[in-house]
């Protein structure tokens, strides 16, 4: 009997080599190459002899489209994200920090899935099911076509899935999750990658809507390697700050919807909260009449949010001032004060400044660049900005305004939270009525009629 052919691979990277050396030359580890056999390519043989596809190529106007409508998972700040829910024969990947809210999130969703008469299979490969059990009578997430099984052996995995015939499936996580036949240990490249594209044909072969937790490296990144985020079809990222109870949901890959929605929940004692109105929850706690507090309309995806920037300017005592960014980006407020001292005589080389979005909540776009300028000089001068003003545009190196995108739906925000004043530039469009536009051409205009007079003027 002839002898397979054989291939290396690195248990590290699951790069291939066509022989054995000391260190992958993909990812430079060392004694990482093991020897398996080549899988020979799964071709049907003409009785001719030539070789003709599995399946024949056919027009792309007649393919017959199957059955794609979402699933709704009962929490309505979730199916936002998910354009409705979650279709069959989709695999989603979860991803986030360490006690973020993953496993609690997943389990109120099989919860309410199964309360609306869909079985759920929930596999966790981590805890116990006493654990599970613990957790879900906590959260109120006793249903009774919710099926739990502890497994982390792949065979019995899916064993347990045509056991259950499920419609959803949950997996949890799926670094623990492995195959004895493969060698490597749990968690390893290879074991990851390959039970995950087990998993993807059995979602594809069945219709099953498949959603698998992903563990995090310290670098922030998901775990394991870069095909798992290539072969499923949506990944979901839950950001949240451990000391803080918001907890925002986003889509970073999403092939059945867009990637600019936003979920945003809060942690409580009963699990995970949706937050109908995120605006008055950023804006609770705010205190009208400090100087260095500015607030600014953001937009994630087609949803307008009301945040608090502040800003804190103190001298400093060290030969190079610090720069601390939370939320907002450092890039950006290195820019924003080279700029307030060039163009608007702002006084800052000198001092410590301290910038925040509060609520742990994180701003990264442009529009927010006015309203961080204006915390900056308001705590620098000490002079408060009036309560019921609202900043709104993206500044630029000559100091000059700009407008951004979707400002008339920012500014409804704003209207229907109370705000009667919006600081913008002279191209944006008018406010919605009840909010009264004050136009700035730069950063200097825009700060006296905020009525901020810098120290240096």
Excluded at 163 to 182: G, K, N, R
Excluded at 286 to 294: C, E, K, M, N, V
Aim: overall charge neutral; aromatic content about 2%; hydrophobic content about 45%.
């Amino acid at each position: 009997m002839a002898r397979p052919r054989m291939e290396y691979r690195c248990e590290a990277c699951g790069a291939a080599a066509p022989q054995w050396a000391g260190r992958c030359g993909a990812c430079d580890a060392w004694n990482t190459l093991v020897e398996r056999p080549l899988a020979a390519a799964a071709r049907v043989l003409h009785p001719a002899g030539a070789p003709v596809p599995a399946e024949p190529a056919v027009p792309i106007g007649d393919v017959e489209l199957g059955p794609a409508a979402a699933r709704p998972t009962g929490i309505v700040e979730l199916d936002r994200v998910l354009g409705g829910g979650l279709v069959p024969g989709s695999v989603t990947l979860i991803g986030g920090e360490p006690g973020v809210g993953k496993s609690t999130l997943l389990t109120q969703v099989a919860a309410a899935m199964a309360g609306e008469g869909t079985d759920v299979l929930y596999v966790s490969a981590e805890e116990s099911r006493e654990q599970v059990r613990r957790r879900a009578g906590r959260l109120g997430a006793l249903a009774p076509r919710l099926w739990l099984a502890s497994e982390n052996e792949l065979p019995h995995l899916l064993a347990q899935i045509d056991h259950v015939q499920p419609v959803v499936v949950i997996v949890d996580s799926i670094q623990t999750v492995h195959d004895p036949q493969l060698g490597p240990p749990p968690g390893s490249i290879v074991q990851v990658r390959e039970c995950a594209h087990q998993l993807v044909r059995e979602a594809k072969g069945h219709g099953l809507a498949v959603v698998l937790v992903g563990h995090v490296t310290k670098e922030g990144g998901l775990a394991g390697p870069r095909v798992l985020e290539h072969v499923v079809d949506t990944v979901l990222w839950i950001e949240g700050e451990r000391h803080h109870a918001l907890r925002l949901v986003r889509a970073v890959k999403h092939r059945f919807g867009s990637t600019a929605e936003l979920g945003v929940f809060e942690m409580t004692d009963a699990g995970l909260r949706e937050v109908a109105d995120a605006s008055a929850l950023f804006l609770a706690d705010r205190r009208p009449g400090t100087a260095g507090s500015a607030v600014m309309p953001a937009l994630e995806g087609q949803r307008p949010l009301l945040v608090e920037l502040q800003a804190l300017v103190a001298k400093s005592s060290l030969a190079v001032a610090r720069r601390s960014a939370q939320g907002v980006d450092g890039g950006r407020l290195a820019f924003l004060l080279a700029v307030l001292e060039r163009r608007a005589s702002v006084p800052l080389a000198a001092h410590d400044v301290f910038a925040l979005a509060v609520g742990g909540v994180k701003v990264t776009e442009p529009g927010a660049d006015l309203a961080l300028a204006l915390a900056v000089a308001s705590s620098a001068s000490d002079q408060p900005l009036p309560a019921d003003l609202v900043a709104c545009a993206e500044v630029g190196l000559g100091g000059e305004l700009r407008q951004v995108g979707q400002t008339p739906r920012r500014l409804a925000e704003a209207a229907r939270l109370g705000f009667r004043r919006a600081l913008l530039p002279h191209s944006a469009p008018d406010p919605p009525a009840g909010l009264v536009s004050l136009r700035a051409g730069t950063i200097g205009d825009a700060l006296a009629l905020a009525g901020v007079q810098p120290a240096g003027r």
